[in-house]
């Protein structure tokens, strides 16, 4: 975003900074125990961009939320950091932070940040200070992309390329279904949670409530070569004992903790932050089964509360030491959440709807004015609406929500029944200048809607946004509200994230079984209605032998040859990808006798047209 961004920012207005005091007063700002936990054990730090804002100096201004300044300056706290002897952390250089525990012959690195470049900074601020040994273990705790994006880079330290990537059970499968199959609509959406396109600075990005993120790196993805199957798994790896713990359905929908008996370090991923994390992302991934996340701490909690335990590693925090503040601190997690779940159910019961629930739902204070507990990340309104939803779905049960007209035409009618745009606005300025700003939000999203060439509506929108911004203490929200400021003042410019680099890579690596999914959701099915093809594929570097069948607008899949396809193809599998993607054409495989074509190769290249390319805009605060 250009520098535009920041000159049109406003100031915080008077009931912003009323919201701020309430917090001030609310919160125990004279407790310093985190600073001492996340400046404890630096050995080198390492400059990032969140120091520039002078975050470790300065009070927090009035267009930032003290409490979320107050993570910032956590958050800043960048470096290598010694746990335990022999138990390292490297933090500030990605959204996640990278574990590396010293083996008998080299280091095992448990988790690999977002890109390569990260990934390769962090080894060498570790090298620079500990002994270069080889890589000897890679280990992925879960399949969000902040864990794994950097294993290319990591396995360039490694003196065998073929040493093992251990990672949970389902993990490849679930990476794939959130990272290509949504990955386009859920990229853009993350540009609104994360700020990428923000400036930095008080009236821009401060952090990700769980760590620092400058912009998507490019991503080094390789296969895992062992997956951890049993609930609890005891495994030696280059001669330090691992316990591990699998938590499948959490965080992640593939994620597991680990127990390093020899250091006794308890690792749990980002099933234990400090923060409450999301139950439902804004960003859209599957919404998250709470139960089975409190299941996860408590397992936890039972499992290792009789081993010998130094401290907590978490991957978006700094450690906690000492057992009994380590357990403390899972068991509020634990509570957290089980809170929320409950709480929301119980309201549900009374027939409050979900929009009502956030709006009533409060935390107790033992809960509440806990500093891990607090929203950097998550939300009390958008978890709880996350847990109605896990079990009602969207739909209130009133019968008007049933089959509602979608925004743009219920903007234009909202618009017509409140007398007309320009009756609207001097309403909504009134409310405005009373500190309305989630009302003059949500009425001023009809008229934008309504008539995206309303400049005087779009820029009044954008002001609201902005105090709601400064206001929210959550990371999310604030990088939210500010990123739909900036798009209705400077309108939207898709822009190609470097993430986009690591997409092929990634693809070449699927399973054709995870490839069809994506070509199946690429079909545009209104162009091929009343179309049926039936073809052959034979992928010469896996044996495999597969029978793709058009009919009713759908694809469907087999795991053989049919006695009579239309068209019969032979390729390896990076070609048929390729072609399928757009990447190669038809020709150009047969030309360089990368595919042999039998039967009717005008039906292949009809099907290839009647799959659909996902590079139109998406658009989020106007239509």
């Not at 074509?597 to 659909?612: A, C, H, M, S, V």
Request: include cysteine; charged fraction near 25%.
């Amino acid at each position: 975003m250009t520098n535009s961004t920041s000159e049109q920012s406003k100031a915080a207005t008077s009931f912003t900074k009323d919201i701020h005091e309430e917090f001030l007063k609310y919160l125990n700002f004279e407790d310093k125990q985190d600073f001492e936990d996340a400046h404890r054990g630096l050995i080198a730090p390492y400059e990032n961009r969140i120091k520039d804002l002078g975050v470790l100096e300065s009070p927090a201004p009035d267009t930032v939320n003290p409490s979320l300044w107050r993570n910032s300056q956590l958050q800043a706290t960048a470096g290598l950091y010694q746990v335990v002897e022999g138990v390292y952390q490297v933090r500030g250089l990605a959204l996640a932070t990278t574990i590396f525990v010293e083996g008998k012959t080299g280091v095992i690195v448990i988790d690999t940040l977002s890109g390569k470049p990260t990934a390769k900074a962090a080894m060498e601020l570790y090298y620079r200070n500990r002994p270069k040994t080889p890589v000897t273990a890679i280990i992925i705790s879960q399949s969000h992309a902040d864990h794994f994006g950097g294993t290319k880079s990591i396995l360039e330290y490694a003196d065998d390329p073929n040493i093992p990537i251990i990672v949970p059970e389902h993990f490849t499968k679930e990476l794939f279904s959130e990272n290509v199959l949504l990955g386009l609509i859920m990229a853009r959406r993350s540009g609104y949670q994360f700020g990428f396109d923000l400036p930095i600075g008080e009236k821009g990005y401060i952090n990700a409530g769980i760590g620092s993120v400058f912009g998507n790196a490019e991503s080094g993805f390789a296969m895992p070569t062992m997956e951890i199957k049993n609930e609890c798994e005891e495994m030696n790896i280059d001669g330090v004992a691992f316990q591990f713990l699998l938590t499948p359905n959490t965080e992640a929908p593939a994620e597991m903790h680990c127990y390093i008996q020899g250091y006794k370090a308890l690792f749990v991923s980002e099933n234990a932050n400090k923060t409450m994390h999301q139950l439902y992302t804004i960003r859209g991934t599957k919404t998250r089964d709470t139960l089975e996340w409190v299941k996860a701490i408590e397992r936890t909690i039972d499992l290792f509360e009789e081993s010998e335990i130094d401290a907590l590693v978490m991957i978006h925090a700094w450690p906690i030491w000492g057992k009994e503040q380590a357990f403390e601190h899972l068991k509020l997690q634990r509570d957290l959440y089980k809170y929320i779940h409950d709480q929301t159910i119980r309201l549900a019961n009374h027939g409050y709807t979900m929009d009502e629930i956030a709006d009533l739902l409060k935390l107790p204070d033992s809960l509440g004015k806990y500093w891990g507990n607090r929203e950097y990340y998550g939300t009390l309104k958008h978890n709880s609406k996350g847990v109605y939803n896990f079990y009602l779905g969207y739909y209130s049960g009133h019968p008007s929500d049933l089959d509602a007209l979608p925004q743009v035409e219920s903007g234009q009618k909202y618009v017509e029944y409140m007398g007309g745009a320009a009756n609207i606005l001097k309403r909504a300025k009134a409310d405005y200048e009373n500190g309305e700003y989630r009302w003059v939000a949500q009425v001023l999203k009809h008229v934008v809607m309504a008539d995206p060439e309303n400049t005087e509506a779009k820029e009044l929108l954008a002001d609201s946004f902005e105090q709601l911004g400064y206001q929210a203490e959550s990371a999310n929200w604030r990088n939210s509200y500010l990123t739909g400021a900036a798009e209705l003042r400077n309108g939207y410019i898709k822009k190609e994230r470097a993430a986009k680099k690591g997409m092929p890579e990634m693809i070449q690596c699927m399973p054709f079984d995870e490839f069809f999914k994506l070509l199946a959701v690429k079909l545009d099915a209104p162009k091929a209605e009343g179309k049926k093809i039936t073809m052959n594929i034979s992928l010469t570097d896996s044996g495999e032998n597969y029978t793709i069948t058009l009919e009713n607008s759908v694809l469907n899949k087999a795991d053989k040859l049919n006695a009579d396809p239309d068209v019969s193809l032979k390729t390896d599998k990076s070609i048929f990808y390729a072609i399928a993607l757009g990447d190669l054409t038809v020709d150009q495989a047969v030309s360089s006798n990368k595919l042999e074509i039998t039967g009717k190769q005008n039906r292949l290249n009809e099907f290839l047209t009647l799959l659909d390319n996902f590079n139109n805009p998406i658009h989020i605060v106007t239509p």
